[in-house]
């Protein structure tokens, strides 16, 4: 089965503090993804990779970059976590373009 | 920007009825599209897939429709279960080669009444 693992389940940080959320995917998969989803407003992407240190911005990178140095593993920073950066945060990887994406467990992360 | 739209927050089902979930899509040039199931806690589950070059495509108690000329997806799930409540997102890939966002609409909160 294919796994996408994000390392944190819940997570509570500080108004601006540097974050890091970390997933990983074990299926050799080409492309990467991070959303955050917010109530009444879906799932919205805010970066995709699809090699090794290749990236595209989403819809809404403000505020968040991230870094893909190994194939397996593509993390999201928060350069300088606010408040309106509380969310959900899910990551999901795919094989191929026309592929279905396999999702993490998500992330919550509390700004306080 | 382009957007994925689901047609109503909340369909609210009997159980054993036929459940329909609309979407409406806005790019054209999409060419893949996905509907996931998310249950409380977890992340989206793939249900079905459809590429544009087809227009129905059937799944084990579940259908999705595409209709390009007015860029509409929709969700059948047949003889619909209490453990078929969750909350229902369409999603569309635009891209080119292997790369590509996959973007999401807002979701459908699917109840299914006992």
């Known amino acids: 089965d294919v796994k996408v693992t994000q390392s944190s389940r819940y997570l509570v940080k500080r108004t601006g503090e540097k974050v890091f959320l970390e997933c990983v995917q074990d299926?050799?998969?080409?492309?990467m993804f991070w959303y955050r989803q917010d109530p009444g407003l879906g799932l919205r992407l805010i970066y995709f990779?699809?090699?090794?240190?290749?990236?595209e911005k989403g819809d809404i990178p403000e505020g968040y970059s991230v870094s893909r140095e190994k194939k397996e593993r593509f993390s999201l920073i928060l350069e300088s976590a606010s408040t309106n950066q509380t969310s959900m945060y899910l990551c999901?990887?795919?094989?191929?373009?026309?592929?279905?994406?396999?999702f993490g467990q998500g992330t919550r992360l509390t700004v306080v | 920007g382009e957007s994925v739209g689901l047609h109503l927050p909340t369909l609210s089902v009997q159980e054993g009825d036929n459940s329909i979930i609309n979407c409406a899509y806005s790019?054209?040039?999409?060419?893949?599209f996905i509907w996931y199931k998310q249950e409380s806690g977890k992340g989206p589950q793939f249900i079905i897939d459809?590429?544009?070059?087809?227009d129905k495509r059937q799944g084990q108690r579940v259908t999705v429709l595409l209709n390009k000329t007015v860029k509409h997806l929709s969700l059948q799930i047949a003889a619909t279960q209490p453990g078929d409540s969750a909350v229902y997102f369409c999603?569309?890939?635009?891209?080119?080669?292997?790369?590509?966002?996959?973007?999401f609409g807002q979701g459908t909160t699917l109840q299914v009444k006992p």
């Open positions: 299926m050799d998969h080409e492309n």
């Open positions: 990779s699809y090699d090794v240190k290749m990236k």
């Open positions: 790019n054209s040039a999409s060419d893949y």
């Open positions: 459809i590429r544009s070059n087809m």
């Open positions: 999901a990887s795919s094989l191929i373009r026309q592929g279905q994406a396999f």
């Open positions: 999603a569309e890939n635009m891209g080119s080669g292997n790369t590509g966002k996959l973007i």
